[in-house]
């Protein structure tokens, strides 16, 4: 497959595709999900949580730190890694935009 035609689709379309990209994995949930209940984390107790390897974890991270849903300070020898705030709202709102548009029951295909 050939590189993405990004300049085709809105700054929009574009956000939510890539934010979906990002999610797009089950650890990555998961990863998610642990971080919004602890409200913050340091990645060895996501090793723990998760029972993956660090190296995966760190990959995971990386990814969801790439599309700034997390943010991360370093603490001596390890990084603490807890939800953007901001930008976990701005992707709540946009996914809740594209979602809330209103499927009609009934006749299709």
């Not at 849903?69 to 901001?86: D, K």
Request: proline share 3%.
């Amino acid at each position: 497959m050939g590189a993405s035609r990004t300049d085709l689709f809105t700054k929009q379309q574009n956000e939510v595709a890539a934010m979906a990209k990002a999610i797009a994995h089950p650890a990555r949930i998961a990863i998610l999900q642990h971080l919004v209940k602890a409200n913050s984390c340091i990645c060895g107790d996501l090793v723990d949580e998760l029972g993956l390897a660090q190296p995966t974890i760190s990959q995971h991270l990386k990814e969801l730190k790439a599309v700034g849903l997390i943010q991360g300070t370093v603490e001596g020898t390890s990084v603490c890694y807890c939800i953007h705030p901001r930008t976990w709202k701005k992707y709540r709102d946009l996914f809740n935009t594209f979602f809330d548009n209103n499927v009609q029951e009934g006749n299709c295909c």
